[in-house]
């Protein structure tokens, strides 16, 4: 894959559930009747004795996960991301985070694209549910190279793990040599009149803003933040302090996710003006999601104009 | 084979007799945490004392020495709630000194309301919210069969439990798959917090349940070592699926004003109470 193509994150995934399945015999992946969509499906072809098909009782394969955990396996337990974190809750707070077990857990089809199944599919608040559970990490990869990368990361960290993973096609950003590593950010875009900070697939948006602002003559910095928890304080305060002036862009609710996480940081460590572009507390609905994201305000164009306003 | 897996004494009466005696100090034990730390779930600690003596101390494939030790049997206890019975019967075997049974719900103590694996040696998985162990158990049988270990798991869940929806998921999944080396013991002492099981939510038929749900189900006495024992044996030495062990129970049963009352769920002894419980449980020698 090279740069400017467009692949699925949740094809990046399965491809490196396979890969990862070669070198390491202790992986194995869970599903629940959805591994198709999710890519896991790969997995079950390659090796389908470490494959376990558990129906459609996510409540059930997360606590089977953790009991594999315990005996130190790497558990890769998939679904879509709204019953991560909607359905299955209870038992990832306590039958897998609370006893730091070593447990993956795949949340495919973030946010808005989710195959236009409507606002009972659309997470969007599964970053702030797993963000508040106590030894939990979160991470958002943008792209499929660093969905990949992600995958081997969280499979080498030995706690549990939330990886979001998207469904649609979403443009490759980084080179084979990028460096994938938990709780760090990049600047993939220099400039000192506003800081875009973006994870997941609104990174690709938020740098084809940051092209459109330079035209606009407005230098925009552009943090790509895949991890929001353990988040990246230093890049978030030194934006703070050299610019001032910081956006959030989210394919999530505005509340607990990424923007909500700046926002701790900010208050807490160097307030600065701060406008977070996300889903603004509804529930969302059917229909292509390029539309949605024009609806909800959350295009390239809508990064744009919060961009321009705030550096004015 | 390793030392742990050692031939027990024959059930006999002798042995009955040593069994008992386990489950008497056990009882006044975890009364006497209750009471020290003013809170605790007594009277289902007191209904599963003999389940997880027999276990311990006959059944399971255990090294107190080595509680990490990768081929030990594992044990979940689902219904975590009644936690004071299973360290009681955790330092009578050895994993930790009796004395700090005093740490039970005292904060920065070692003894959690409900387990965790991570502060105390011997507990195999941390439970408190009902219903999930069953699953857990199941990831552990197939992780032992996955890796080549001769892991055999237990889990004790509580007649109450059993009405939480996640449960039968598990259920259904070790069924049909025949998970084997997994048994569900259920404590059915009959009462919940609020009132009867019967009247809260009955579970009844609970064996004609899972066995719909493709379960061995036997029943026994969960008080009788002398029944209990030998059902646990049977249960675990099936290969070909997974077994539930429905032990009758009583809850708070050995103490006469404790025994089968629904305030019993989560109250502590008094002082006077607690002297009251152990001159009973003594005068039963």
């Known amino acids: 894959m090279k ?30 009747d959805v591994g198709t969509s999710t890519q896991s499906i ?63 857990i795949n949340g495919s089809y973030g946010g808005i694209p989710t195959g236009k199944a409507g606002a009972t599919h659309q997470a969007f608040e ?68 506003v800081a875009i900070i973006a994870n997941d697939l609104m990174t690709p948006k938020a740098l084809d803003a940051g092209r459109i602002l330079e035209r606009e003559g407005v230098s925009a910095r552009v943090i790509h933040m895949p991890t929001i928890k353990p988040i990246d304080e230093a890049a978030i305060v030194g934006a703070a302090q050299t610019i001032g002036r910081i956006i ?38 059917s229909g292509d999601y390029e539309a949605l994201f024009t609806k909800y305000g959350m295009n390239v164009d809508s990064i744009v104009a919060a961009a321009m306003e705030i550096a004015r | 084979m390793s030392a742990e897996a050692q031939t027990c004494p024959a059930l006999d009466a002798k042995e009955l007799d040593r069994l008992r005696g386990l489950c008497r100090q056990a009882r006044i034990d975890l009364l006497r945490s209750i009471a020290n730390a003013g809170a605790g779930h007594t009277g289902g600690a007191m209904s599963l004392v003999e389940i997880v003596t027999a276990l311990y101390f006959r059944v399971m494939r255990v090294d107190p020495a080595r509680p990490d030790w990768p081929e030990r049997d594992r044990f979940i206890l689902s219904k975590g709630h009644s936690s004071p019975g299973l360290y009681a019967a955790l330092a009578a075997r050895g994993y930790f000194p009796k004395e700090r049974l005093s740490e039970f719900d005292v904060a920065g103590g070692m003894l959690q309301g409900h387990p965790d694996m991570l502060k105390t040696p011997g507990i195999d998985m941390s439970t408190g919210s009902l219903g999930q162990g069953l699953s857990v158990g199941i990831g552990m049988a197939l992780a032992g069969r ?7 798991v237990f889990v004790l869940a509580g007649d109450g439990e059993m009405q939480e929806g996640q449960v039968w998921e598990a259920a259904m999944y070790a069924g049909f798959h025949k998970v084997s080396r997994l ?43 002398a029944d209990l024992v030998p059902a646990l044996e049977r249960a675990v030495a099936v290969e070909d699926g997974p077994v539930c062990v429905i032990a009758r129970t009583e809850k708070g ?14 109250k502590a002894p008094t002082p006077e109470q607690l002297a009251q419980a152990i001159a009973e449980l003594e005068g039963a020698k």
């Open chain 2, 183 to 225: 048994v569900l013991i259920v404590d059915c002492n009959s009462i919940q917090l609020t009132g009867r099981t019967d009247e809260t939510l009955s579970l009844a038929p609970l064996a004609g349940k899972l066995e719909a749900f493709g379960w061995r189900c036997v029943e026994c006495d969960g008080h009788d070592l």
């Open chain 1, 126 to 193: 599964d970053m702030a549910f797993m963000r508040a559970i106590p030894n939990m990490t979160v991470i958002a990869p943008s792209d499929a190279v660093e969905t990949r990368k992600a995958v081997f990361a969280a499979a080498a960290h030995p706690g549990p793990v939330y990886l979001r993973t998207a469904r649609c096609d979403v443009p490759v950003i980084f080179g084979p040599d990028y460096e994938f590593e938990i709780g760090r950010s990049r600047i993939l875009r220099e400039g000192d009149d």
């Open chain 1, 248 to 285: 959030t862009v989210e394919n999530h609710s505005v509340i607990g996710g990424l923007g909500g996480a700046v926002a701790e940081v900010l208050a807490e460590k160097s307030p600065a003006r701060l406008v977070r572009l996300g889903v603004r507390d509804h529930f969302g609905e």
């Open chain 1, 3 to 32: 740069i400017g193509d467009m692949i699925a994150p949740r094809k990046a995934f399965g491809d490196a559930l396979v890969e990862l399945g070669r070198i390491n015999p202790g992986v194995v992946v869970l599903d629940a």
């Open chain 1, 42 to 104: 790969l997995f079950r072809e390659a090796f389908p004795e470490r494959f376990f098909q558990c129906g459609i009782a996510e409540q059930n394969m997360f606590g089977m996960a953790a009991g594999m955990a315990t005996l130190g396996l790497t558990p890769f337990a998939s679904t879509f991301a709204c019953f991560v974190a909607r359905r299955a809750a209870d038992q990832i707070s306590i039958s897998i985070a609370y006893p730091k077990l070593g447990v993956k």
């Open chain 2, 146 to 152: 996955l890796k080549g270990l001769n892991v055999r």
């Open chain 2, 253 to 266: 049963h050995g103490v006469s004003f404790i025994a089968n009352r629904v305030e019993w769920h989560a």
